[in-house]
């Protein structure tokens, strides 16, 4: 593998359909330039609904916390398309979501 420079993205969420509901409880992002970790984005989201037990102990352990979120907000997609944003404008090569 060469240098390069790359944004991670992965979504947790309630469940794996969302045309039965299943909704977005966490979205992170990490940063990678020549092979190391050089920027971190995390934020949870109140997805408005029951987390199962399921999926509490698969994503954060906590709906509790999930819970205590503010739902979706403008300001939280405005921060990820900002940490992205940032990292393009420093020759990012390729974008993979997960």
């Known amino acids: ?5 790359t944004i991670v993205i992965d979504f947790e969420t309630t469940g794996l359909s969302p045309g039965y509901g299943d909704r977005t409880i966490e979205v992170g992002a990490i940063l990678i330039s020549n092979r190391q970790i050089v920027d971190r984005f995390q934020s949870l989201m109140n997805p408005e609904m029951r987390v199962s037990g ?8 906590d709906a509790a916390a999930i819970n205590r979120q503010p739902t979706v907000r403008l300001d939280m997609v405005e921060s990820c398309v900002c940490f992205m ?6 020759s990012t090569v390729g974008i993979f979501v997960d």
């Open 85 to 90: 944003a940032a990292a393009l404008t420093s």
């Open 54 to 61: 399921f999926i509490e102990e698969y994503s954060t352990g």
């Open 1 to 5: 593998m060469g240098n390069y420079t």
